[in-house]
């Protein structure tokens, strides 16, 4: 059973972002008194969202509790690696039980497969274990930045995070049963489920080239530690490059199929209209004419160091923020100080992998007045952000380039 | 699984101590159908959440969606009052 605290006020909230960004601006009493929201979300998310604490997580911007859907303030995506208890969490559904180790059991098979069988957390431990760092990124991440808005969970730039997992490989977990050729899918279910019986559960499934890939893995550490309990405890499904709904938490089910899934959260959910983005990685038993289940995550950067309208001195003055993509590695990340004419390169730090956040940061000479710092990364495949909005109606992708105006006296 | 009523109840008793951060909703017609449909499966945040942009046909069509794609079990009376409500108090 979910329980919350509400303890945590503003003083706990400001004390955690100095915690996390020692040497970065401090917040001024006025951010820090209201709840760290994104401009240009819908005016409506003011009055509901707060700052709090689920057990085991420091203060989270509250979009709704039930089911808990918690985005990160800027000031958690400082880092490359983002801690536990600052990391994001999304539900769609609200019966959300605590899973218990002992009785806990992942069920593999389906009609794609030759065997079936079923594994406690510990058959998952005595597999070979690796590890990947990689960005869990909602697929609406941005989605209250939409021009029209768009119905959803009206997230700002924190429904991200970016951690060191370590797991089986799905595809070690899907040899003991053994595959048949058909197999075009691998299904996956997990412990959550509806308040309603005739809410559909949410199931989900990845074409079998990625379930085959050998970073897709049935996780049960999330850098260093147990997953939390609100990330997936026990283990959940990594699919590194691809957005998170793909990403099944308290993962009991795992099931080898040999025709499309057909289920409410494959199609109309989570899909994209097709031709509009410049993604790579295709899902083609899923694709129909009007559109296509999202995949992999596009090129994008955010700037983490200021928040837009941010008061700094005049002269030397580091932005700094991340950048990612899905799963090509990021080869340059540019800034521009005049909107967009002219462009420098960015300095690029700790390369934690080609699924990681990739900092960056970038030394501005600060004039009195207004200052603009514009950013755009470019991937190895020569992918780069958008200057306009490609307008979608679930609100995804949205990847463009920020332009912040900083106050110097 | 619950059953839809069972749902309400066990929120309001069997969490007593994982009290969801009340959401005030603006008083008007049909709310109290709001509050007895829509907060069965989710809290009432997602509607200020949700505004204000939606117009008439847009919460309609939010309605209907909770009715066809999730399966809330709402009566076509309720319904009606709630897509009155939802634009009327959230709409644009």
């Given at each position: 059973m979910i329980t919350r605290r509400h303890l945590l006020g503003t003083a706990g909230a400001s004390a955690a972002f100095a915690t996390s960004g020692l040497s970065l601006p401090k917040f001024s009493e006025a951010e820090a008194a209201g709840v760290p929201l994104t401009p240009g979300?819908?005016?409506?998310?003011q009055s509901i969202a707060a700052m709090e604490a689920l057990?085991?997580?420091?203060?989270l911007i509250r979009?709704?509790?039930?089911?808990p859907n918690y985005e990160a303030p800027?000031?958690?995506?400082?880092?490359p690696i983002t801690p536990n208890d600052e990391f994001f969490v999304r539900y769609h559904?609200?019966?959300i039980p605590e899973v218990d180790v002992k009785t806990y059991r992942i069920k593999v098979g389906g009609d794609g497969a030759n065997g079936q069988a079923e594994l406690t957390l510990d058959d998952l431990k005595k597999m070979p274990a690796f590890e990947v760092v990689a960005v869990n990124q909602?697929?609406?991440?941005?989605?209250?930045?939409s021009k029209p808005h768009v119905p959803g969970?009206?997230?700002?730039?924190?429904a991200m995070g970016c951690a060191r997992w370590k797991g089986a490989r799905l595809k070690d977990v899907l040899d003991k049963i053994g595959l048949k050729k058909e197999t075009i899918e691998i299904e996956f279910g997990g412990a959550d489920g509806p308040a309603v019986d005739t809410t559909p559960d949410f199931v989900k499934s990845i074409p079998i080239w990625k379930a085959l890939d050998e970073s897709t893995l049935v996780a049960y550490e999330m850098n260093g530690q147990p997953l939390p309990h609100f990330n997936g405890f026990p283990a959940r499904v990594v699919v590194p490059g691809?957005?998170?709904?793909?990403?099944?938490?308290?993962?009991?089910a795992i099931t080898a199929l040999t025709k499309p899934l057909t289920a409410f959260w494959m199609n109309p959910a989570y899909r994209i209209p097709r031709g509009k983005f410049p993604v790579v990685a295709r899902f083609t038993s899923q694709e129909y004419a009007p559109n296509t289940p999202i995949t992999e995550m596009v090129i994008n950067s955010l700037?983490?160091?200021?928040?837009?309208?941010a008061k700094i001195k005049t002269g030397k003055v580091t932005v700094s923020g991340i950048a990612w993509d899905g799963?090509?590695?990021?080869?340059m990340v540019e800034v521009s100080t005049d909107s967009g004419k002219t462009w420098s390169t960015a300095k690029l730090g700790e390369?934690?992998?080609?699924?990681a956040f990739r900092p960056w940061s970038f030394e501005l000479s600060a004039k009195r007045g207004k200052n603009t710092v514009m950013v755009n990364a470019t991937n190895k495949i020569g992918q780069a952000q958008v200057a306009a909005l490609i307008f979608n109606g679930a609100g995804y992708h949205n990847n463009v380039m920020q332009n912040i105006t900083l106050n110097a006296a | 699984m619950r059953a839809f009523a069972i749902a309400i109840v066990a929120a309001l008793i069997v969490l007593p101590a994982a009290a969801e951060a009340p959401i005030q909703l603006k008083k008007g017609e049909g709310l109290d159908k709001v509050e007895g449909n829509c907060a069965a499966c989710h809290t009432l945040a997602y509607i200020p959440m949700n505004?204000?942009?939606?117009d008439a046909k847009g919460w309609e069509a939010e309605v209907n969606k909770m009715i066809?794609?999730?399966?809330?079990?709402?009566?076509e009376a309720d319904a009606k009052a709630i897509k009155e409500y939802l634009s009327k108090n959230y709409g644009i």
């Open positions: 979300i819908p005016a409506g998310v057990p085991g997580k420091k203060p979009l709704a509790d039930r089911p800027l000031e958690y995506l400082r880092t559904l609200s019966d909602c697929s609406g991440n941005r989605r209250g930045l969970v009206e997230w700002g730039y924190g691809w957005t998170g709904t793909y990403w099944m938490k308290h993962v009991n700037i983490t160091s200021h928040r837009d309208g799963g090509y590695g990021i080869r390369d934690l992998g080609r699924f | 505004s204000p942009y939606l066809k794609a999730y399966g809330a079990p709402i009566d």
